[in-house]
Nanobody, 114 residues
């Protein structure tokens, strides 16, 4: 069983930045794909960004270029840098690792105040 643990959430004012981290208990290169999802109160969980084993990135909620996903294979860590945060970015952010299995973290709360 692969463990996935997120950190880095918190309360930030609109326009601020946060960097989320997700550490896995096994090498992320062996897992395959990594991604960040978010779930706002009363809404369904939605995809934010993904990164493949080879480092190809895909974004859903960064059309404005505000979010950046990256990873550090040596640290078994995937990051989500979030800039120019808006109140509508408020959600629980989840890390997912999938490929040889499908593993989710418990989530980290991000709250953006106006």
């Amino acid at each position: 069983q692969v463990q996935v643990v997120e950190s880095g959430g918190g309360l930030v004012q609109a326009g601020g930045s946060l960097r989320l981290s997700c550490v896995t208990s096994t090498t992320i290169f062996s897992i395959g794909n990594l991604g960040w999802y978010r779930q706002a109160p009363g809404k369904q969980r939605e995809l934010v960004a993904t990164i493949t084993r080879r480092g190809s990135m895909n974004y859903v909620h960064s059309r404005e270029g505000r979010f950046t996903i990256s990873k550090d294979n040596a640290k078994n860590t995937v990051y989500l840098q979030m800039n120019s945060l808006k109140p509508e970015d408020t959600a629980v952010y989840y890390c997912r690792a999938w490929g040889t299995g499908d593993y989710w973290g418990q989530g980290t709360q991000v709250t953006v105040s106006s």
